[in-house]
């Protein structure tokens, strides 16, 4: 048998003969660049990191506040509310059950909940068109075929990302917490099951197949995993972002087989196991309700964090920008789990320098990029019927253990003070009608 011709890279190869000594050099010198690279995206992590524990404790007074809305919202259901409402030594209550409060707030909220979602989807899902240009560039009918043809792609893919669904539970996230917040939209990878027809013994036979398929993707976000730059009051305004997703370990397999994860590092983190991460920062959102013992346990809490990063953090990721920085920096987006980046890309549209969330507050908090919710609101206007039911209890308490001079001296107080509640609760809610 002839050799075939020698390519100029074979004659390359064969006239390059390396020294064991240089070869020794070589392999020590990309060991040293593959530990540069650790090094690096170690320290990357570990400043994302720190950034998450620093936003956590600048976002403290406002975390306070929404505690306080959703006692507010939950009433007797939230486990502050709850514990306190529930006493034992009154009569008839032996078996720890809670007094029925009338709950303003939720009634207020769940109306302004209800509006919102009528003013914003009041003719279904899709809320929009697309027009042609008065005066299109091109024919008017092709203009508007086009139009026609953009406007059922758009509507397809809103509907394939739960659009009008993601955008109720944010309306309800800014009634309640003062904040709504959504993602997007972001590019997102769905894998499509797809056949190739060959030819088989007896006939046609189909093989499956799994193709990757691009699509938009829009999210709600939820602001108590949300974490943004607090040094200004506008979220378009801020520097960095960072949402964390706590995940099972299915959820982490999952979003190892997603484009752009890094599975080995993916897969040394479920080795591992996760850290109880729910002890430090989820306290606060397990202790909402008496049955979040369990909430949030055994999660890995993987940062995903939008924000500057260097040319050299961008190279050492091997990632190549399209464009020249003045100061190279650029925007990335960057995940992290327990200390390891496990995936990082530039921003979606090159140069934009914008983060893909958006908010809508309810009120304005001129120094937070957070707002005020209605239960804030509408605390002053709680509170009379919440003293109305204490009064009450105390009355029933007084009647059991002093007898019918008790009625005398006591009988008429809680009568009279309702009165007042009444008048009190209306002029304050009033406003907040209107502004509902």
């Known amino acids: ?68 809305s ?45 509006q919102l979602w009528s003013q914003q989807f009041a003719g279904g899902d899709k809320n929009w068109d697309i027009v042609p240009s008065a005066r299109p560039d091109v024919d008017p009918g092709m203009a508007a075929s086009a139009a026609e ?24 996230d800014r009634v309640i917490y003062g904040t709504g917040i959504l993602k997007g939209p972001v590019p997102a990878i769905q894998k499509k099951r797809m056949y190739d027809m060959v030819s088989g013994p007896s006939g046609p036979v189909a093989i499956p197949r799994f193709e990757a398929v691009p699509r938009p993707e829009v999210y709600r976000v939820d602001p108590w995993m949300f974490y943004p730059d607090q040094s200004v009051n506008d979220i378009r305004d801020a520097e960095f972002a960072i949402e964390v997703h706590p995940m099972n370990k299915t959820q982490l397999r999952k979003l190892a087989m997603s484009e752009g ?18 002890e430090e920062y989820f306290n606060d959102v397990t202790a909402l309700t008496d049955s979040g013992e369990n909430y949030l346990k055994n999660k890995y809490a993987v940062l995903e964090y939008h924000g500057p990063i260097s040319i050299d953090q961008a190279k050492m990721l091997g990632l190549e920008p399209s464009y020249e920085s003045l100061d190279e920096t650029y925007i990335g987006e960057v995940w992290v789990c327990m200390g390891k980046v496990i995936r990082a890309s530039l921003e ?7 983060l893909p969330y958006m908010a809508s507050v309810w009120l304005k908090d001129p120094n937070s990029p957070f707002g005020f919710g209605l239960p804030l609101e509408m605390e002053d206007a709680q509170c009379p019927v919440v003293l109305r039911s204490s009064l009450t209890e105390s009355t029933s308490s007084r009647l059991t253990t002093s007898g019918k001079s008790s009625l005398t001296r006591f009988g008429s107080l809680p009568i009279r003070l309702s009165r007042t509640s009444t008048k009190r609760s209306s002029r304050t809610s009033s406003p907040t009608s209107q502004a509902i």
């Open 1 to 68: 048998m002839e050799a075939g011709p020698m390519t100029a890279d074979a004659v390359l190869v064969a006239e390059i003969e390396l020294s064991p000594e240089q070869m020794q050099a070589l392999q020590e010198e990309a060991e040293r660049q593959n530990q540069l690279r650790e090094q690096s995206l170690s320290n990357l992590a570990r400043e994302i990191e720190d950034r998450w524990t620093k936003a956590s404790s600048d976002r403290n007074q406002k975390e306070e506040q929404w505690r306080k």
């Open 70 to 114: 959703i006692n507010l919202f939950l009433g007797n259901l939230a486990a502050e509310r709850g514990a306190r409402n529930k006493n034992p030594n009154i009569a008839g209550n032996e078996g720890g059950k809670v007094r029925p409060d009338h709950n303003l707030v939720k009634i207020k909220c769940t109306t302004a909940i209800a």
């Open 149 to 172: 043809l953009l406007e059922k792609e758009i509507e397809d893919q809103l509907t394939a990302t739960k659009y009008g669904d993601r955008c109720r539970d944010a309306i309800k």
């Open 261 to 278: 994860f890094m599975d080995d590092v993916i897969l040394s983190l479920l080795k591992l196991g996760p850290q109880e991460y729910n």
């Open 348 to 354: 979606v549209i090159d140069g934009a320098y914008q």
